[in-house]
């Protein structure tokens, strides 16, 4: 905190959600059923009267924050000092606050006020989320003097600012940074969160400064380090975003190429931008020459099964095993994986074989209804073993055709092998952080850029994504140091990828209640779901409307609406692609 002399206050953080009136008479009227853009909303400030106290300027300061958001900053400016005024960063760190009850902590010795904010989130100034835990409070002070006039204003308080949940919701906008995974073709996103007010400008600015440490050795970008915008605004005109860029973005061909896509897939996004220029220089950059970006491969519909004994493939209504002939699945079987191919399947044996098999390799038409078959077969189905260890976790493909793995007591590596076809030899990824922790689950990223994993070290589930370094061939070499996500999730006994930005993390259900379901998205909120009591694994296709969870009775559970139904029985284990 920046010193300065007199009392130290807070103001109530409650009035800062604010409110509106409810109309009690008039006629009914049919809503439009459009939601208005979020740079629509621009919440009213008013300035410090003559001989408010220090509680009112503080008050003022804290109502006037959000309206700064959608303008300038100028009213909340005017409670402060000119020395703060000019010194305060609002975007330093924007703590997200809940509504939970504040209480009020007086000190009869100082005579400081201060309250205790319950805290959901805070952003820095890139527009990085980091979601808090349940229960995390932050105390903020300010420190008031008093003019040349006799008037209070503050003089002293940390950089950033302070919003509630809802305006945060109407005055910022998530914004997904493109960014290319190490084959310089597919779409790598990274969530930010951007004031909407000139959001234009905020992603170009950030784009260009590049992605967050945790991912860059992970992803491309066309944009070098020396990149920077030439004049720092990027102006919309009928919906054209005029980037204009230094001469020292200039780069070779490709690069400028990846540069455009990039910047396009960006703005675009944007509800106010259909089109882009680019110039660098001066120079206009042709987008007719820009890479053609692809988002990452979706898991086919045809999900695979463990149906007694037998692999199945399973379109989401029937089930098909495989014949007699093909062989029987090892009892000790578990961790389902299917390639993104479609035509292997991975799975544990024993806890400490990964093995593979192409028994599915021939698609629907070489299986039979489950209906049509009773028992397993009796002779041992045909498998591969591809990689040995003590007890490991459920196995991941990625999209490249790699196979992932990890020992469930964390040894501070992870285990990649190829799997499907694919030369290269098996790699020990190092993670230390992983050494002495519980490893439950992994999953690798649609995009192939990214590991989740989930872990518990001192009896608390951590669940982090860590950025896959590949060759241009996309064999990985290593893994960059993680981010948590998802803080307000619990145990994550199973994972899997809901899209490219969002893990399904399956928790456990310890006393007969729904099994806690959870929705994280990496660099943004967690929403909770529950599932059956008995759900011991989640897969998913795309999208929450494909969630489908299996239970200790073997039951198939697809999310229907706010809840579940059942799609099939006999199943032990079920997997989409990844």
């Not at 924050?65 to 760190?93: C, H, K, M, N």
Request: contains cysteine.
């Amino acid at each position: 905190m920046r010193a300065g002399r007199g009392i130290a206050l807070m103001c109530a953080v409650l009035a800062l959600a604010g409110c509106a009136s409810i109309p009690t008479s008039g006629p009914v009227r049919e809503g439009a059923g459009v939601v208005e853009e979020s740079d629509s909303f621009v919440p009213f400030a008013e300035g410090p009267r003559p001989g408010d106290s220090p509680t009112a300027i503080v008050t003022g300061f804290l109502q006037a924050i959000p309206q700064g958001f959608a303008s300038d900053f100028t009213v909340a400016r005017e409670f402060l000092t000119p020395e703060a005024s000019l010194e305060w960063d609002p975007y330093a760190t924007v703590t997200i606050f809940d509504s939970r009850a504040i209480p009020l902590e007086l000190d009869e010795g100082t005579g400081a006020i201060t309250y205790t904010v319950p805290v959901a989130a805070t952003v820095d100034s890139g527009g990085r989320l980091t979601e808090a835990p349940d229960g995390a409070d932050s105390t903020l002070q300010f420190v008031v003097t008093q003019d040349a006039d006799g008037e209070y204003r503050i003089a002293g308080l940390e950089d950033g600012s302070l919003i509630a949940e809802a305006n945060f919701t109407r005055l910022f906008r998530r914004v997904d940074l493109v960014f290319a995974a190490s084959d310089g073709v597919t779409m790598v996103e990274e969530a930010r969160f951007l004031p909407a007010l000139n959001a234009a400008t905020r992603a170009a600015s950030e784009l260009v400064a590049g992605p967050s440490e945790w991912l860059a050795d992970a992803v491309v970008s066309g944009l070098g380090l020396a990149a920077e915008l030439e004049v720092d605004s990027v102006v919309v005109t009928d919906g054209v975003a005029a980037v204009r860029l230094g001469q020292a973005a200039a780069g070779t061909f490709a690069e400028s190429a990846l540069a455009y896509a990039q910047l396009e897939a960006t703005l675009t996004a944007l509800p106010e931008v259909t089109s882009i220029e680019v110039t660098v220089g001066g120079v206009p950059l042709d987008g007719d020459e820009a890479v053609d970006l692809a988002q990452a491969p979706t898991p086919d519909e045809v999900a695979a099964a463990l149906v007694r004994g037998r692999l199945a493939l399973w379109d989401g209504e029937q089930l098909r095993v495989t014949p007699d002939d093909v062989g029987r699945v090892p009892d000790a079987a578990s961790g389902l994986a299917l390639a993104y191919s479609g035509g292997q399947v991975a799975m544990v044996v024993g806890s400490d074989r990964l093995v593979v098999s192409d028994a599915l390799a021939g698609g629907v038409a070489s299986l039979v209804p489950a209906g049509d078959v009773s028992g397993p077969p009796s002779a041992p189905m045909e498998m591969r073993e591809v990689y040995a260890g003590t007890d490991l976790v459920d196995p991941s493909y990625d999209r490249h055709g790699w196979l992932w793995t990890a020992e469930t007591a964390g040894d501070g590596v992870v285990v990649a092998v190829p799997a499907a076809g694919v030369e290269g030899e098996g790699a020990l990824l190092d993670a230390p952080w992983l050494a002495g922790r519980d490893v439950r689950a992994i999953a690798v990223s649609r995009d192939g850029a990214r590991l989740a994993i989930s872990s518990r070290t001192a009896g608390q589930t951590v669940i982090e994504v860590a950025g896959v370094v590949r060759d241009p061939a996309g064999v990985p070499t290593a893994l960059t140091g993680p981010i948590a996500v998802g803080a307000k999730a619990g145990e994550g006994a199973s994972l899997s990828w809901l899209d490219e930005m969002t893990l399904a993390v399956l928790g456990r259900s310890d006393d007969g209640t729904a099994t806690p379901l959870w929705l994280v998205t990496v660099g943004g909120f967690t929403e909770a779901l529950t599932a059956d009591a008995d759900a011991v694994a989640v897969s998913s296709r795309h999208g929450e409307a494909t969630l489908t969870v299996i239970t200790a009775d073997g039951e198939v559970q697809v999310r229907a609406g706010a809840s579940w139904a059942i799609s099939a029985e006999g199943v032990s284990d079920l997997a989409y692609s990844g």
